[in-house]
């Protein structure tokens, strides 16, 4: 009898300790994934939650993502990468240019992929960049073509003859995007000037200054802009200086019009790249940068700042634009 019982609660015991496997098997995450967001914006959170997306979608609960946000602040950038590296995350999701410079310096072995990117040549100070990083780091790209966003200047302002290039000098992608826009505008015959704030402390002053020397303001896809995009325009709405802007969330707060790529699917699209990554479907070394197509872009306008400044949003529906939803 006891020998039946021993042998009773070691059955027990067994089909307990296989229990218990099978449920850390479930609900123990395969891969851990973190994500470094450089600060909330609506572009930068519609990339994040793209990412999430794609990821549970590929993956569902074989994935556990933990996004920090740096609160615009590169050190924290640099901090919540060291912590990634210090736990060996299996992979670090990137959001905007001082989040992916931070994770490249904290790894080189944990793979990364960055978003809403503009020019990763310029971001990792790569000379003739091929398209490839190489190494551990691929993603996305948010490059609308310049040319283009230059054409929307002339063509919806033909009267223009100088344009205000208002950026944040601490980031190099915003650089990079105003020295291509005014090749192109100077090949028009159109006088540029760089109007480049620090920060947050001073970017209104810099905006009045841009609004009183300019015809048009451009504005380039800066995050710092895009969080101070309202304190802009309410600097120059009794200048009425129309702005065009890089990207539809500083649009949404300042710009009469954009062409602008969808954040969202630009984060669905990097999501879906860490799934091959971490299935083995895809080696990050070899993965070129991906870019929105042609057919993704979107003209968009802004309706509030069109009636306050006067413009005729039919003219800009019968051109392809379409009002950005508020």
């Given at each position: 009898?006891?020998?039946?019982?021993?042998?009773?609660?070691?059955?027990?015991a067994?089909i307990?300790?296989?229990?218990t496997l099978?449920?850390?098997?479930?609900?123990g995450a395969?891969?851990?994934?973190g994500?470094i967001?450089?600060?909330?914006h609506?572009?930068l959170?519609?990339?994040?939650?793209?990412f999430e997306?794609?990821?549970k979608a590929r993956l569902?609960?074989d994935?556990s993502?933990d996004?920090?946000?740096?609160?615009g602040?590169t050190?924290?950038?640099?901090?919540?990468?060291g912590?990634?590296?210090?736990?060996?995350?299996d992979l670090?999701?990137?959001?905007?240019?001082?989040?992916?410079?931070?994770?490249?310096?904290?790894?080189t072995e944990?793979?990364?992929l960055?978003?809403?990117?503009?020019?990763?040549?310029v971001a990792?100070?790569?000379?003739n960049?091929s398209g490839t990083?190489?190494?551990n780091i691929?993603?996305t790209?948010d490059?609308?073509?310049l040319?283009?966003?230059?054409?929307m200047?002339?063509?919806l302002f033909p009267e223009?003859k100088?344009?205000?290039?208002?950026y944040?000098?601490?980031?190099?992608n915003?650089?990079y995007?105003v020295?291509?826009?005014?090749?192109f505008?100077?090949a028009?015959s159109?006088?540029?000037?760089?109007?480049?704030?620090?920060?947050s402390?001073?970017?209104?002053m810099i905006?009045?200054?841009?609004?009183?020397?300019?015809?048009?303001?451009y504005i380039?896809?800066?995050?710092?802009?895009?969080?101070?995009?309202?304190?802009?325009?309410?600097a120059?709405a009794?200048?009425?200086?129309?702005?065009i802007?890089?990207?539809e969330?500083?649009?949404?707060?300042?710009g009469?019009?954009?062409?602008?790529i969808?954040?969202?699917?630009?984060?669905?699209?990097?999501?879906?790249?860490?799934?091959?990554?971490?299935?083995?479907?895809?080696?990050?070394?070899?993965l070129?940068?991906?870019y929105?197509?042609?057919?993704?872009?979107?003209?968009k306008?802004?309706?509030?700042?069109?009636?306050?400044?006067?413009?005729?949003?039919?003219d800009l529906?019968a051109?392809g634009y379409v009002?950005?939803?508020?």
């Amino acid at each position: 009898m006891k020998t039946t019982k021993k042998i009773l609660c070691l059955v027990l015991a067994m089909i307990l300790a296989i229990g218990t496997l099978a449920l850390t098997s479930c609900g123990g995450a395969k891969y851990n994934v973190g994500v470094i967001q450089l600060t909330q914006h609506p572009a930068l959170d519609a990339a994040t939650k793209g990412f999430e997306d794609a990821l549970k979608a590929r993956l569902g609960d074989d994935v556990s993502i933990d996004v920090q946000n740096a609160a615009g602040s590169t050190d924290t950038c640099a901090t919540i990468a060291g912590t990634f590296e210090t736990k060996k995350v299996d992979l670090i999701m990137a959001n905007a240019t001082p989040a992916l410079q931070a994770a490249a310096n904290a790894t080189t072995e944990i793979p990364i992929l960055g978003t809403s990117i503009t020019e990763y040549g310029v971001a990792l100070e790569i000379e003739n960049f091929s398209g490839t990083v190489g190494g551990n780091i691929s993603g996305t790209s948010d490059l609308a073509p310049l040319d283009q966003q230059a054409d929307m200047i002339s063509d919806l302002f033909p009267e223009a003859k100088k344009v205000a290039m208002l950026y944040c000098s601490a980031e190099a992608n915003s650089l990079y995007q105003v020295q291509e826009v005014t090749k192109f505008l100077t090949a028009k015959s159109i006088e540029c000037q760089s109007f480049p704030f620090s920060d947050s402390n001073d970017v209104q002053m810099i905006a009045q200054n841009a609004a009183d020397w300019a015809d048009v303001i451009y504005i380039p896809t800066d995050n710092t802009a895009a969080n101070c995009a309202e304190a802009i325009w309410g600097a120059i709405a009794d200048k009425k200086v129309p702005v065009i802007a890089g990207e539809e969330g500083i649009c949404g707060g300042t710009g009469v019009a954009t062409l602008s790529i969808d954040y969202y699917d630009l984060g669905y699209k990097t999501g879906e790249m860490a799934a091959d990554i971490l299935e083995e479907k895809a080696d990050v070394s070899t993965l070129a940068i991906a870019y929105t197509p042609a057919e993704k872009l979107k003209k968009k306008y802004n309706k509030d700042i069109c009636d306050a400044l006067g413009i005729n949003t039919a003219d800009l529906e019968a051109k392809g634009y379409v009002a950005i939803e508020k």
